[in-house]
């Protein structure tokens, strides 16, 4: 892997709080995903991380990563037990962030279906899948993921996270806006929400940034359903 492509997923972009709120999960939680956590004097290791390190700075690989761990949290199933498997994953593949990178998803499907195998991995934490006429398959849960997820061409890693799917005009990209959701063009989607919570027209503001008014609606819609312009018209 070029050293260009790994700055970009070693490159901290996030504080934790920051990564959480993007991804709407528990500050809390995701520490304990990317960081590990004490419980009672007992250390437990991270899920991501080889190990605890106390730094709260989230890299692009880490966000990534935990983008896919977020898939699973409705299932009742410990996410521990994907750290072996991510570790095994990390060797085989011979990079920091196997999960951030396409090769799992793809041409690597049969090495991430042995490596699940030879961990044992719950069958609601598995990635890939045997079909019944003997094709590999993802998961249902690595499959939604990777509609969320653009890779680069020439390496193979992730360069931005659509946070409701790539039919949706919401995107994160560590060179845009310090990773903050905007739309296709760059302009934030918080920036359009609150001009149109302030009174603007969609169709006057999708004038003034040149851009179709269906991204000014969908960055509305998208912050309404974080929480963040309930009064947004």
Known sequence: MGEANVELLDRPVYGMSQAARLLGLRVDGLRRWIDGYERQGTGYAPVIRERRTGV?????????????????RAKKVSLQYLRPVIGLMRERFNVQYPLATLRPY?????????????????????????????????ADSAAAFLDKVEFTDASGIAGRLFPLGRKKPIVLDPDRSFGEPTVPSGVRTDILAELIAAGEDPVHVAEIYSMPVEHVRSAVAYERSRGTLANAA
């Open 56 to 72: 709260d700075l989230v890299t692009w690989g880490e966000f990534i990563e935990a983008g896919y761990l977020r898939e699973y």
């Open 106 to 138: 793809t041409s690597g499907k049969r090495l991430a279906l042995e490596v699940q195998e030879l961990v044992g991995l719950d069958p609601e934490l598995r990635i890939v899948i045997m079909g019944r006429d003997g094709s590999l398959q993802l």
